[in-house]
C-alpha cells in the first residue's frame, strides 16, 4: 500500500486540493510539508499527538516535515475554536514554550542532516513593516471572503478583534514565506484551519503567477486530536513530569469501546492489517486492544522501558496483586501538613486527582474515592503523619486512578 493509501485507509484524510499532485508528492518522497505548532503552553499535549505522528510517517517515506513554531502567531492568538480571545502572553513565555516544545518534538521527528527543518515564524513576522503588510499582502484579501471563514463565524456574536482577525493573513504569510525560503509544497492543517490553509495557497499563486507549486492538505487533526487530548481532568501532557507515563498509559488504556480501533488506525504504527484484523473482537478482547494501544503510544512517547513499567504496574493492579511500584506517587513533608494533618480534598488536588477544591468535595460526596481499598464519603476526613508511616497509602478515584502517598 503506498503511503497516501495508507494515510486514507487510517482515516487521517478528510479534504483536499490537487489530491493526484499531492499523491505524487507524497508517494515518491517529494512533499516538503509544514504543520504549526503554537506554543500556547510548555509542553505539547495529545491534541498534537496525531500531526506528530504524522508527520513521522511521512518522513519514514522519505518526505521531509518543516515543523512550525509560531512564536510570531502567538503574539496574536488563534480566533478558531474560541469563544473569548486568548490570554495575552509576553514574548519571554513564549520563547519558554517554543524551547520546551522543539526538545519535545526531537523525539518523535529526525532533525539530523537536513531531515526535518523546525523554524519559528517570530523570524519573519516580528520584523513585519505594517505599511508594506496592507500593501503587499493585505491587498490579496477579501474581508468579505473572510467573514465567512468558519474561524470568525463563532466569534462575531461575541465579538471578533481586529487583532484576530489578523491571523488568517499572517497564516497565510507563513506559508508564502516558507514556500519561497524552503520549497514548502504543501501544508497540513486541522479541519478549522482549512480557510486560514486555503488563504495561505491563493497568496502564493497571486503572488508568484498561478503555476506557483502550492498544495494543501486538510487532516482532521484539530477536530480528533483536541477531543482524544481532553479529559474530565485537562489536558493529556506529552511532559512526564506533567502527566505521568503510567498516567499517559492509563489515559489510552480507558479510551471508549467506540474509539479504540480509531485510535489505533490514527495513531500507531502497527500494520493497517494488523489492525483491520481487530476490527472483529468483541468483549473482553477489546480489553486486549486497548492495552495495545495503550502500550504502542506511551512506547512512542516515553521509550520501550517506561511502557513496559506503565504496563506491569496497571495490570498488577488491576488483577488485585497490589504491585505500586510504577504507580504515580506525590511525596509530602511537614510543610504540607495544617496543624499536623492534610485533609482528603487537599490530598486529591495535589496528586492532580482532581483539579479543584470543589471537584474533590463532589468526588467524595459521590462515593467515587478510596483510601486503601476502603471507600470514604466524609468531605473533612484527614490524614496525620503517622498515617503515613505504616502501609502505603494509595488513594483511588472512580475505578481506574490510582495514586501513592509517601511522607518525607
Given amino acids: 500500500m503506498k503511503v497516501y493509501d495508507e494515510l486514507t485507509a487510517r482515516g487521517l484524510i478528510a479534504q483536499v486540493t490537487d489530491e493526484n499532485e499531492i499523491k505524487d508528492l507524497v508517494n515518491n518522497g517529494k512533499a516538503v510539508f509544514y504543520i504549526g505548532f503554537d506554543p500556547t503552553a510548555d509542553s505539547l499535549h495529545v491534541g498534537h499527538f496525531m500531526a506528530l505522528c504524522l508527520m513521522k510517517r511521512l518522513q519514514m517515506a522519505g518526505n521531509q516535515p518543516i515543523a512550525l513554531i509560531g512564536g510570531g502567531t502567538a503574539m496574536i492568538g488563534d480566533p478558531s475554536g474560541r469563544s473569548d480571545m486568548r490570554q495575552m502572553m509576553t514574548a519571554e513565555t513564549i520563547q519558554h514554550n517554543c524551547d520546551c516544545f522543539k526538545e519535545q518534538m526531537s523525539h518523535f521527528i529526525d532533525f539530523t542532516d537536513n531531515k526535518a527543518l523546525m523554524v519559528n515564524n517570530a523570524d519573519w513576522l516580528l520584523d513585519l513593516n505594517y505599511i508594506d503588510v496592507l500593501r503587499d499582502v493585505g491587498a490579496h484579501f477579501s474581508v468579505n471572503r473572510m467573514l465567512t471563514a468558519e474561524c470568525y463565524k463563532q466569534r462575531m456574536e461575541k465579538g471578533l478583534s481586529f487583532l484576530e482577525f489578523n491571523y488568517m493573513i499572517m497564516q497565510s504569510y507563513d506559508f508564502y514565506t516558507l514556500y519561497q525560503k524552503y520549497g514548502c509544497n504543501m501544508q497540513f492543517g486541522g479541519d478549522d484551519q482549512w480557510s486560514n490553509m486555503l488563504g495561505g495557497t491563493e497568496l502564493i499563486r497571486r503572488k508568484l503567477g498561478k503555476d506557483a507549486y502550492a498544495m494543501t492538505i486538510n487532516l482532521l487533526l484539530n477536530s480528533e486530536g483536541k477531543k482524544m487530548g481532553k479529559t474530565q481532568s485537562g489536558a493529556v501532557w506529552l511532559d512526564p513530569n506533567k502527566t505521568s507515563p503510567f498516567n499517559f498509559y492509563q489515559y489510552w488504556r480507558n479510551v471508549s469501546d467506540a474509539d479504540v480501533q480509531k485510535c489505533l488506525r490514527m495513531l500507531t504504527f502497527l500494520p493497517i492489517e494488523q489492525i483491520n484484523e ?35 504496574g496497571a495490570r498488577a493492579l488491576f488483577s488485585g496483586t497490589g504491585n505500586t511500584e510504577h504507580m504515580p506517587t506525590t511525596e509530602l513533608s511537614d510543610a504540607d501538613l495544617d496543624n499536623g494533618s492534610i485533609d482528603l480534598i487537599s490530598l486529591l488536588v495535589k496528586t492532580g486527582l482532581v483539579q479543584s477544591r470543589s471537584e474533590g468535595r463532589r468526588a467524595i460526596e459521590q462515593g467515587g474515592v478510596s483510601v486503601n481499598n476502603e471507600k470514604v464519603t466524609d468531605i473533612k476526613a484527614a490524614y496525620t503523619a503517622d498515617t503515613f508511616s505504616g502501609e502505603e497509602f494509595i488513594i483511588k478515584r472512580g475505578k481506574k486512578k490510582f495514586h501513592k502517598i509517601l511522607f518525607l
Fill in 278 to 312: 481487530m476490527d472483529q473482537w468483541e468483549g473482553s478482547q477489546l480489553n486486549e486492544a486497548k492495552e495495545i494501544l495503550a502500550y504502542e503510544l506511551t512506547k512512542l512517547v516515553h521509550g520501550e522501558e517506561e511502557a513496559g513499567k506503565a504496563q506491569a
